[in-house]
């Protein structure tokens, strides 16, 4: 038997867990004594704020996430919206900011690894990544190394998983120079029947530990990413975990061949925190307790402690609850795919996780203390003083410039409005053969095989609009999102967050939060979508500010017919084109891309947004699109109306529906208010650019009129320029080319 | 007719392979692990892409060595087709059923994109349906496709029609604008000497849907039933 001899437990060892005075006197009273080094461990990263959510959990409270359609909300490792026909979509979106921040390739594959656990784990197979990023500026090239990075750890995970990532967005500004945010979205399929959840039941049962073998990779990630980043955090590249795809890919076949089989009662996957939270979470969700014997677990290091043990974050493991008599029959499952499996500890009913070595005991911990008990925070707001000076921005002091051709060709090489295929085509999106929308329209689409049903997936968040308003910027997040799935003809079902935040100890950081979320939970109530799960990101700072307030939406919607779905390009010659929703209001440029890439101010407040016409403009285009008398339908965002338009008419390479005769635009904008160079580049919400067969113009105006949605003619497809009328006359080949190229040029 | 598509570890393509023939063809089809040690009287074998042993040491380096591949070259001997797609292609490379060697993309990434190939053998088990020089659209999905063989062996392949599917643009010019990843020649797919064994890195199991953007590789899919019954 190996002696380990453990550190002398202290207030000065705590904080470099990052424990606090505060906690490190209630975990005393709560032992009763002075904890030993493994119990300070455990309690370090469960009451980290990445396992414990202690400063997020009273804003999360205003979610609504309740809804017919929701079989399983917060709390698991996945929501499971129901998309009928006995199958539900499970999703959840995760970051993995911190170690991509020091070790992108590596920090970007794990971040992938650990979201399809969190999905197989709930019986459901993943059938889609979507990868939203947020990087400095390229002209960096510390960025330009971490956004490359970052792009193929996420392509050589996912592609050899064989996941298609399908969709995302990529955001570049100065305010993530130093602190990338990576997050990552996963769907998986499920027959309802089917579906698994992490509960440690039944005292007596087994509890095998399977996957990967056990290092001292990640040790400490949790706390890691519940900290500020600085300059010595290079330093704990070692807290980076290191991702084996192949051995993912394993491990989620025989996973999903061990809950068809019904032999296992619970699976948790060991994520952050790895055994100590998966473990302690599935019997904290049961009641029960843990006796768990760090001497059975498959080690790939020698010498390792039940400290390094239980913390250890090494990535392609699992833990499995089941009854003692299945376990030969669950180990011949994981050993037909080479992977280990190994009972670690049974289930108790006395409440207490117990961690031993032999006979030896390392820790004793009530599981209620650890998980109910962790402390929760109600932090102190301040509203920051840049926000007054903000808005008193004039935005009639910007000089009009004469040629807006030029202003369309810098806001469409703009890296955050150009063309991504640099990036997605780097991502597998076709395996599985179930992707109808490829990357590049407002949402993907997937094709749910056995039915005739589709669904449609998108992921949004205007960080800038977000800092400049906070509330608005959160309501914006969610409508945007569900106005891209209004496009492709999906109806929200549901949606995950992953809420983007400085540091929570800092009142103005709070006060973002709040509001952030507080506008999110608002839109989340009036566009009907409940949220089904999340995860929450903390202490995104460089070392001189805070990231922009990033709350990134994951959405998911049905599409009823195949027949229904829609994209954002132009079909036609001769089919006459739509602006529908807010077409009365004046221009506001405040938080636009122009503003910021063409007069190099950030500044002003953040777009309006009525969301009850928001809600209207949806139902009216869905209606359309059921109706029919939808060619293609896109959103108008980020670069204002001229850059949806000339979007509308970047028709896909190879697209069977690309017409010889082109898909270019005469459009007439004279009609809308304000100045040109507002009309064209303001972002506007609750705007979709339509088009529709010359013979359906009727019909759709008679539907808007009927729904009470404004709606108005722009123009007609055709020829080979995008023009409006005295403002724009291009080519759209050689405005694709600016758009398309932008960033490969960058990147060469 | 019974379809045998070996599944590997990493095999991600195995399924895609494994619906084409049920879905598209309505034919017989069963995975089989790479530990088996028959084909269970299959009459075709369907290598799938995908990251055998996530693609360590060097694509299909491992799997060659997998137990079925005995079976699977003893099979190729006799004259049975055999189709290696992508990952599989690598395989059969490794394994010696077919010449040459995969480089790395020369842009040095994965490429997932739709492109144009030109049919140029179409008396093949795999492409009777194709009329010769036919331009067919279907997806790519690979780092290592950039097919590399000494000059001689691509003079035999070349002289010898064994080159199947050349990478083109829209209008069937095979130049190196329209080249994806490299490949010598514009090589996107080739045969053995008698013609029963194919590689190629494009994935006609991804394009048999006009929903999915392509249905050209019903094409290559229907060949193979059609050589199947005529057999």
């Known amino acids: ?748 | 007719m019974k379809f045998a598509v070996i599944t590997f570890p990493g095999s991600n393509c195995d399924y895609d392979c494994y619906r084409a023939v049920k879905d598209h063809l309505k034919c017989p089809v069963e995975y089989i692990w790479h530990r088996e040690h028959s084909l269970n009287d299959c009459d075709c074998v369907i290598l799938p892409g995908g990251f055998s042993y996530g693609d360590y040491l060097r694509t299909g380096a491992i799997a060659r060595f997998s137990p079925i591949m005995r079976q699977v070259i003893d099979f190729a001997d006799k004259g049975g087709p055999v189709i290696g797609i992508c990952n599989g292609f690598q395989i059969l490379l490794e394994s010696g059923l077919l010449p040459g060697a995969m480089l790395v993309n020369r842009s040095l990434q994965f490429i997932c994109k739709t492109v144009h190939l030109k049919a140029e053998n179409n008396k093949l088990p795999f492409t009777n349906k194709l009329t010769k020089n036919q331009l067919i659209k279907v997806p790519i999905a690979h780092k290592e496709g950039n097919y590399y063989a000494d000059q001689k062996t691509v003079r035999e392949l070349e002289e010898n029609g064994r080159v199947v599917f050349r990478y083109c643009d829209s209008s069937g010019k095979a130049d190196d604008t329209a080249n994806p990843n490299g490949s010598v020649n514009n090589i996107a797919g080739i045969t053995n000497q008698q013609g029963n064994v194919l590689g190629m890195m494009p994935h006609p199991e991804r394009a048999l849907e006009q929903l999915l953007g392509s249905s050209d590789g019903v094409l290559i899919f229907d060949s193979i039933k059609n050589f199947l019954g005529a057999k």
């Open chain 1, 1 to 748: 038997m190996t002696k380990h001899q453990e550190p002398i437990v202290d207030i000065k060892l705590a904080r470099s867990f990052g424990i606090n005075q505060e906690e490190f006197d209630s975990i005393q009273r709560i032992m009763g004594r002075m904890p030993s080094y493994t119990e300070l461990g455990i309690f370090s990263v469960l009451w980290s704020e990445h396992c414990s959510y202690k400063n997020s959990k009273p804003l999360l409270k205003l979610f609504p996430t309740r809804a017919p359609q929701v079989l399983q909300g917060p709390g698991e490792n996945a929501g499971i919206v129901d998309i009928g026909d006995g199958l539900g979509i499970a999703m959840k979106v995760e970051s993995h900011n911190h170690p991509s921040a020091i070790e992108p390739y590596q920090g970007a594959a794990t971040g992938i690894g650990g979201i399809l656990r969190d999905i197989f784990t709930m019986g459901a197979r993943p059938i889609a990544l979507m990868d939203p990023l947020y990087f400095g500026s390229l002209e960096d090239a510390h960025v330009r190394h971490l956004f490359s990075g970052v792009v193929s750890g996420i392509a050589d995970y996912g592609n050899c998983v064989g996941i298609p990532t399908v969709g995302g967005s990529v955001v570049f500004d100065e305010s993530y120079t130093t602190n990338p945010l990576v997050n990552v979205m996963c769907l998986g399929l499920v027959e309802n029947k089917k579906i698994m959840r992490g509960f440690a039941s039944g005292s007596g049962n087994l509890v095998i530990a399977v996957g990967a073998t056990t290092g001292r990779d990640g040790i400490h990630g949790a706390t890691f990413a519940s900290e500020e980043l600085s300059e010595e955090s290079s330093a704990k590249r070692p807290s980076v975990q290191i991702g084996d795809p192949f051995t993912k890919k394993l491990l989620l076949e025989a996973t999903l061949e061990l809950i068809e089989s019904g032999l296992a009662v619970g699976i948790q996957d060991m994520g952050a925190a790895g055994l100590t939270s998966s473990s302690i979470e599935m019997a904290s969700r049961a009641g029960t307790g843990l006796e768990m014997d760090m001497s059975q677990v498959p080690l790939r290091e020698k010498g390792m402690t039940p400290y390094e043990i239980m913390l250890s974050e090494s990535q392609e493991r699992m833990v499995v609850v089941a009854p003692k008599e299945n376990y030969e029959q669950i180990k011949a499952i994981f050993d037909k795919w080479e992977l280990h499996c190994s009972s670690i500890g049974v289930v108790t009913d006395d409440g207490h996780v117990r961690i031993k070595w032999g006979e030896e005991v390392f820790a004793d911990i009530p599981v209620k203390a650890l998980v109910d008990e962790a402390p929760v925070y109600e932090r102190e707001s301040q509203k920051p003083g840049y926000l007054d000076k903000l808005k008193q921005f004039i935005q009639n002091d910007i000089k009009e410039p004469k040629d807006h051709n030029r202003s369309l060709n810098i806001v469409l090489s703009a890296p955050t409005i150009a063309s991504k295929r640099w990036v997605y085509q780097q991502y597998d999106h076709q395996v599985r053969t179930n992707t109808a929308v490829l990357p590049g329209s407002d949402a993907a689409v997937l094709r749910i095989r056995g039915t005739n049903k589709a669904i449609g997936i998108t992921t949004d968040c205007n960080g800038r609009y977000c800092y400049l308003n906070p509330f608005n910027g959160g309501a914006i997040a969610v409508a945007e999102a569900a106005r891209n799935l209004a496009c492709s003809g999906a109806k929200p079902l549901g949606l995950t967050d992953c809420l983007n935040f400085g540091n929570p100890y800092k009142p103005e950081v709070f006060y973002q939060m709040k509001q952030a979320v507080e506008g999110l939970a608002e839109a989340c109530k009036v566009l009907e979508v409940p949220v089904i799960s999340g995860n929450v990101s903390l202490y995104n700072e460089s070392l001189t500010h805070s990231v922009y307030p990033t709350p990134l939406i994951g959405m998911v919607g049905l599409i009823e017919d195949l027949s229904q779905i829609t994209t954002q390009w132009f079909k036609e010659p001769g089919d006459v084109v739509f602006l529908a929703g807010d077409i009365k209001s004046q221009p506001d440029i405040g938080g636009s891309e122009y503003l910021k890439v063409v007069h190099g101010q950030v500044n002003g407040d953040a777009p309006a947004i009525d969301l009850s016409a928001e809600k209207k403009l949806h139902d009216f285009v869905r209606d359309a699109i059921k109706a029919g008398l939808v060619r293609s339908a896109h959103d108008c965002s980020e670069g204002g109306l001229a850059v949806a338009l000339a979007e509308c008419c970047f028709t896909p390479p190879l697209d069977p529906l690309l017409n010889k005769e082109g898909t270019g635009l005469v459009a007439d904008l004279s009609d809308l208010p304000g100045r040109s160079d507002f009309k064209l580049f303001a972002e506007f919400q609750s705007r979709i650019v339509l088009s529709c067969k010359p013979s359906d113009i009727e019909k759709l105006e008679g539907l808007a009129k009927k729904q009470g949605v404004d709606i108005m003619k722009l123009g007609t497809v055709g020829g080979d320029r995008l023009v409006i009328k005295d403002l724009i006359d291009l080519p759209v080949a050689e405005a694709r080319k600016t758009w398309e190229e932008a960033i490969p040029n960058i990147m060469k």
